[in-house]
């Protein structure tokens, strides 16, 4: 398999959300990830559906293991042992309960980098609370400053808690415990959080803040939409465009190219005239479309681009020279990245459903054929009955222990 983790082997404890986007960035760089689902998913899974986030379990395959049997942790154990690094995503105490907790593990492996991924941190007052992405950005005092001055705070997807804060957090966290373990032979354990991941996010922000250059509400800074050459503006088609201006050389250039340098009109960084400038700007973007407004800048030295879709992002001729979608699973997924030059990523095949590939991936672990006959006998582990079909527009989510 190409890519610079080639050679690294990972076993991840089925979850959800930042669990299995860590597991997928290993993957797409060349690491062998082993995914550790549940029995009962394997038992439940429908013929032809797929998980609504199968484009997050791509490139990696699937073992069915039932962890509450009392031969499930030491299947588990036995594939620490021929790991680098495992990832787990349940609340803290669920991994030790069922026995594939930290000390069982690296008592197996002592070389193991054993990430957890939880919302609130392995400890604190909030450490066994119930919790989602919007709860963690909620916390971290960043989900007050998404939104409009005059409505609600309104939630960036989950892009900042579960897959910045959280999974980006633990992918970077594995790499680096990897980094030491070679230098140290030592694993160590993980404790990615995606508050203090969202906190780490919010670090600009809340400098900012505490030195005076950030007023706390929302639509009235520099990079909240409070200043005019900083936002989205809508076109005469309905549609938006984005503008990002900072720089006096770049907004000398919107000014120009929106008909408006010979105008009087307030300073860049007068916050008192902001309104104003906000009203003329909105005022000439509203008499042309989207893609006009596109063509014009096209050749312009300032900072813009049309707001597109999601259906219209692969699309777009750059996304296309650069080939950031790759079909996986009959659809388009962004690719990979970063990108290397020695040794690219590569996706390496689609999402398997729960249990796939039970059997062959324990042999190819070291289990013995008939260690893996007896395991299946004893219903210890689980083979899935059929693969899934082709991705569906109305599958359910798949129930995942919490």
Known sequence: MAGPLAGVKVVEIGSIGPGPWCAMMLSDMGAEVLRV????????????????????????RSVGVDLKHPGGAEVVLRL??????????????????????????LARN????????????????????????????????????IGPADGRPVPPLNLVGDYGGGGMLLA???????????RSSQGQVLDAAMLDGSLLLGSLFHGLRQTG?????????????????????????????AIAANEPKFYAVLLDTLGLAGEELPEQ?????????????????????????????????????????????????HSIAREAFVPVDGVLQPAPAPRF??????????????????????RDWG?????????????TVVQAACPAGPPRNDVNQQAVDS
């Not at 990832?87 to 000390?103: C, K, N, Q, T, Y």
């Not at 939880?118 to 963690?136: E, F, M, R, S, V």
């Open 37 to 60: 689902d549940r029995a009962a998913a394997v038992r439940d899974h429908v013929p032809g559906e797929q998980s609504y986030e199968f484009a997050t379990l791509r490139g990696r």
């Open 80 to 105: 620490v042992e021929q790991a680098d690094a495992l990832i787990e995503g349940s609340r803290p105490g669920v991994a030790e309960r069922l026995g594939i907790g930290p000390d069982a593990c």
């Open 110 to 145: 002592p070389r193991l980098v054993y990430g957890r991924m939880t919302g609130w941190g392995q400890d604190g007052p909030l450490a066994q609370a119930p919790g989602h992405d919007l709860n963690y950005l909620a916390l971290s005092g960043l989900l007050h400053a």
């Open 172 to 182: 970077f966290g594995i790499v680096a415990g990897l980094f030491e373990a070679a």
């Open 213 to 241: 250059r950030w007023r706390d509400e929302r639509e009235a800074n520099r990079l909240d939409g409070g200043a005019p050459y900083y936002g989205t503006y809508e076109t005469a088609d309905g549609k938006w465009v």
């Open 269 to 317: 960084q007068d916050e008192r005239g902001w309104p104003e400038l906000r009203r003329r700007f909105a005022a000439v973007f509203r008499t042309k479309t989207r893609d006009h407004w596109a063509e014009i800048f096209r050749a312009r030295e300032t900072c813009f681009a049309p707001v597109l879709t999601l259906d219209e992002a692969p699309k777009h001729e």
């Open 341 to 362: 030059a020695r040794t690219p990523a590569a996706v390496a095949g689609p999402a398997a459903v729960p249990g796939e590939h039970t059997e062959k991936a324990l």
């Open 367 to 379: 289990f013995s054929p008939e260690e893996v006959t007896g395991l299946v006998a004893a219903q």
